[in-house]
């Protein structure tokens, strides 16, 4: 089979001057028609590199052959088989790195690889909208799963399990479930009532959320392991990382944590209609160049910025934001300062925010992530005035449950420890996955955590004499 259209379908946006006067939604999804066509670019070919590629293990060529066929709700089942949230892969999943960056397709002599992403999301919106049921409840079969965390690998773990008849309770600790997917990604990158959708799914599936219990404190470790079979842990990472340079306690200095969570969680762009107020600045400066700072920068632009710079210590060729993330905010007037690092931020006699003082970088040897490390130019500052800066540098393990669960062993990094290949930490009937393993990743690398872990927990409860009960 030919492939005679190069490039992808064009999909919808809305255009930059009015997405930034707003938090609508982005991009606006295929038609029928326009994903049918995108769907013919697919090869099907044998070899199935997309396949590897997904951490989850989705049959893609299944499903765009499905949706080929014009059976949208057959394409919703094959993806159903292997992931609970294609409406949130669909627009979040770093497609690029992932399934689209080994299509086959891509690989032909000036040849885009077939949107993926944009056919999920497709199949996905058209299965919540005519609510199609992916799957069917089994019957219980007496074994209890705890699992901490509401982020997505807690849920995923928690739809593959009650698939399959086991009984789980989630335990959140904030006041909604859906962790970073709440918390961490804006409304105009993924509406939340796609995640409430694809909760009320597990629901239906028979998962109990109890929000507003912070293991660690509300309840132990060592009482989930008494009154459950096996517990997973997938608490994420929520601890923000901070420069710690001068100037960090100043009015108008927020950590990316903080700053998205007002926005998002707390809806502050919705102020005074909500009760959480979202800082609101003429200029802004935010540190970091991932999807964390393009989301930081985004909504700050939202939120009335006249301007917004994201510096970044490296050059753009090294920037972790999805490339997507980044013509967006592009398009949308963010204004970039590359090969560029903060040393101090500077006050008014106030304490307020008034500018931040940076150096240049130049790249030297690759360092131990094998990107050419900065090195800062001699005699290189400036100042960038601003009365809001916003650090998205990384975030690390929250300490609240494992300083209470000091049996559990952690790396040197100071996440759980555990078995890649199953998710079993150190302690018996215990497992974790997502970000509190590995640091922050991806949305669907931590369902791919949890896809292993859902069939080591299985297996480990199938055998009565190596469980506790």
């Known amino acids: 089979m030919a492939v005679t259209q190069k490039n992808k379908t064009p999909i919808a946006e809305l255009n930059p001057a009015e997405r930034v006067t707003n938090f609508k939604e982005v991009c606006l999804g295929y038609t029928a028609e326009e994903a049918k066509r995108e769907a013919e670019r697919c090869l099907q070919c044998k070899t199935k590199p997309c396949i590897s590629g997904c951490p989850v293990g989705i049959d893609i060529p299944g499903f765009i052959r499905a949706l080929r066929e014009e059976s949208a709700e057959k394409a919703a089942e094959i993806i159903a088989e292997q992931s609970c949230f294609p409406a949130v892969c669909g627009r979040v999943c770093p497609q690029e790195k992932q399934c689209e960056g080994v299509c086959t397709v891509g690989k032909i002599k000036d040849c885009e690889p077939v949107a993926i992403g944009k056919l999920e999301r497709f199949v996905a919106d058209r299965a919540l909208e005519k609510g ?11 074994r209890k799963v705890a699992v901490i965390g509401s982020g997505p690998s807690a849920l995923a773990l928690a739809g593959s399990l009650a698939k399959k008849g086991f009984e789980i309770k989630i335990f959140e600790a904030l006041h909604e479930a859906g962790g970073v997917l709440l918390y961490g990604i804006p409304e105009f990158r993924l509406p939340k ?30 009482e989930l392991r008494a009154q459950y079979d096996a517990v997973y ?33 707390m809806k502050g762009y919705k102020f005074p ?45 090294e920037m972790p934001a999805r490339i997507e993330e980044y013509h967006h905010a592009v398009q949308e007037g963010i204004e970039f300062a590359w090969l560029t690092n903060p040393v101090a931020y500077l006050g008014d006699e106030n304490g307020r925010l008034k500018a931040v003082r ?16 900065p090195v800062p130019v001699k005699d290189s500052e400036f100042e960038i005035p601003c009365d809001l800066a916003v650090e998205a540098i990384g975030q690390g393990p929250n300490r609240i449950l494992l300083d209470e669960a000091p049996d559990l062993a952690l790396n040197r990094r100071g996440y759980i420890e555990v078995d890649p290949e199953t998710g079993k930490t150190s302690l018996s009937g215990v497992y974790a996955g997502g970000d509190i393993t590995t640091g922050a990743a991806t949305v669907i690398g931590a369902m791919g955590a949890a896809r292993r872990a859902s069939a080591a927990i299985e297996e480990y409860l199938k055998n009565p004499a190596e469980t506790k009960k």
Do not use: F, W
């Open 132 to 142: 199609v049921k992916t799957a069917a409840l089994s019957e219980k079969n007496g």
């Open 273 to 317: 209609e909500s009760d959480t107020p979202a800082k609101r600045a003429r200029s802004v400066v935010v540190v970091g160049a991932g999807n964390v700072a393009m989301d930081s920068a985004r909504c700050a632009k939202r939120l009335g910025a006249e301007s917004v710079t994201l510096v970044y210590r490296r050059s753009v060729e």
């Open 233 to 265: 842990i997938a608490i994420g990472a929520g601890t923000p990382h901070m420069q710690g340079i001068p100037g960090t306690s100043l009015n108008g200095v927020y950590s990316a944590n903080e700053y998205l969570t007002r926005i998002n969680l």
């Open 358 to 373: 940076c150096v240049k970088m130049e790249l030297g040897e690759p360092d131990e992530s094998g990107r050419r490390r």
């Open 193 to 222: 009532k796609i995640v409430a959708a694809e909760i009320e799914k597990l629901k239906q599936l028979g998962v109990d959320i109890e929000c507003n219990v912070v293991a660690g404190k509300t309840v132990t470790l060592d």
